[in-house]
């Protein structure tokens, strides 16, 4: 690829970037309220905490972060597919979400479990 020389924090995103800022900041406030009020309800905290990590990375590319905001963005939102309020079920959707995440970026977040 004829870019990978840039270094993605220097370019201007405009808009883009602020509202990443924006969602990014969202994320990190709200994590950990909904992981502390659902971490004994779900099987995948490792894989949140693995995401945000890989998230507050200086390293990662912006672009590649606002894919992991977005889904803990859906993780943290108590209104989306399936309430989370539904017994053993609330949580699939929230699930789905983060798994097609860890998928699409795959080997990249094995050095963010256990840090």
Same mark, same amino acid.
């Given at each position: 690829?004829?870019?990978?020389? /840039?270094?993605?924090?220097?370019? !201007? ?5 602020? +509202?990443?800022?924006? !969602?990014? +900041? ?14 004994? +309800? /779900? ?5 949140? /905490? ?38 053993? *079920? ?7 979400? *983060? ?10 977040? *094995? ?5």
């Amino acid at each position: 690829m004829e870019n990978d020389n /840039i270094d993605w924090r220097e370019v !201007d995103y405009g808009d883009n970037r602020d +509202k990443f800022e924006r !969602d990014k +900041k969202a994320v990190e406030e709200g994590l950990w309220e909904t992981l502390e009020r659902s971490g004994k +309800k /779900i099987s995948f905290v490792k894989d949140v /905490i693995a995401l945000f990590k890989y998230m507050t990375d200086n390293r990662v590319q912006w672009y590649r972060k606002g894919i992991v905001v977005g889904a803990l963005v859906y993780f943290m939102t108590p209104v989306d597919a399936i309430p989370d309020i539904a017994p053993l *079920i609330g949580y699939l959707d929230d699930l789905g979400v *983060i798994t097609a995440t860890l998928r699409y970026l795959g080997s990249e977040l *094995i050095p963010y479990y256990g840090k």
